[in-house]
């Protein structure tokens, strides 16, 4: 079963574009909101992720995935290192009342058709910080490698709260079928935004090895 997937995506920088993800059993090939991209190759045990915007690249085996997180974040929590500093009391009174503001909501009533897929709406509430909506096609089934990716994928993602959320993000992946349009509002002590996901078109075939 392999899966490529053509999305019209808004990232969280406000970029905007037309990014390809794709899925096999055992490798997948995805774009995150923050426009890094993430291959994880479950044969092999081995994630690479691409910084774009940076032009470098991190590869490591999965069970070195702790000290390359480690290895992301200092690379790019320098920018933000005084405004982490400076709301440390206030990143800790959030972080230990957020799991009771999270609710995930399935309604079992309104479907869409996305890309030729009936799909399923979900919908996530993080408290005041975050409303996220996910359309997903249960006839789409894709390995989870949220659990894996989890720390390396929080790693990218620039201050504390916003790291919370994104783990957030990759626990939904536990829910069955593949998301083919996601729309996220997002606030923290540091940032804000809007990023958003849409599916243009669904297709099978052999994936490159250029890929």
Same mark, same amino acid.
């Given at each position: 079963?392999?899966? #490529?997937?053509?999305?019209?995506?808004?990232?969280?920088?406000?970029?905007?574009?037309?990014?390809?993800?794709? *899925?096999?059993?055992?490798?997948?090939?995805?774009?995150?909101?923050?426009?890094?991209?993430?291959?994880?190759?479950?044969?092999?045990?081995?994630?690479?992720?691409?910084?774009?915007?940076? $032009?470098?690249?991190?590869?490591?085996?999965?069970? #070195?995935?702790?000290?390359?997180?480690?290895? !992301?974040? $200092?690379?790019?929590?320098?920018?933000?290192?005084?405004?982490?500093?400076?709301?440390?009391?206030?990143?800790?009174? !959030?972080?230990?009342?957020?799991?009771?503001?999270?609710?995930?909501?399935?309604?079992?009533?309104?479907?869409?058709? !996305?890309?030729? *897929?009936?799909?399923?709406?979900?919908?996530? $509430?993080?408290?005041?910080?975050?409303?996220?909506?996910?359309?997903?096609?249960?006839?789409?089934?894709?390995?989870?490698?949220?659990?894996?990716? #989890?720390?390396?994928?929080?790693?990218?993602?620039?201050?504390?709260?916003?790291?919370?959320?994104?783990?957030?993000?990759?626990?939904?992946?536990?829910?069955?079928?593949?998301?083919?349009?996601?729309?996220?509002?997002?606030?923290?002590?540091?940032?804000?935004?809007?990023?958003? *996901?849409?599916?243009?078109?669904?297709?099978?075939?052999? !994936?490159?090895?250029?890929?």
């Amino acid at each position: 079963a392999r899966v #490529e997937i053509r999305g019209s995506t808004v990232e969280a920088n406000g970029d905007t574009g037309i990014r390809t993800s794709y *899925y096999s059993r055992k490798r997948a090939r995805v774009t995150a909101p923050t426009g890094m991209e993430f291959i994880y190759d479950t044969q092999a045990r081995r994630v690479t992720i691409i910084d774009p915007a940076k $032009r470098r690249y991190y590869s490591a085996p999965i069970a #070195e995935a702790e000290s390359l997180a480690t290895k !992301i974040l $200092r690379a790019r929590r320098a920018e933000l290192r005084p405004k982490i500093e400076a709301n440390q009391e206030k990143w800790a009174e !959030i972080l230990s009342s957020f799991s009771d503001s999270t609710h995930v909501e399935k309604d079992e009533v309104t479907t869409r058709t !996305i890309a030729g *897929y009936p799909c399923t709406r979900w919908k996530l $509430r993080a408290g005041s910080y975050m409303t996220h909506e996910r359309w997903s096609a249960r006839a789409l089934s894709v390995p989870n490698f949220g659990p894996e990716m #989890e720390k390396i994928v929080m790693a990218s993602v620039l201050d504390p709260l916003g790291s919370q959320l994104m783990k957030l993000l990759l626990q939904m992946r536990s829910q069955p079928g593949l998301v083919l349009e996601s729309s996220t509002e997002f606030h923290t002590l540091t940032q804000s935004g809007t990023f958003s *996901y849409r599916a243009l078109k669904v297709g099978s075939g052999t !994936i490159p090895d250029s890929v």
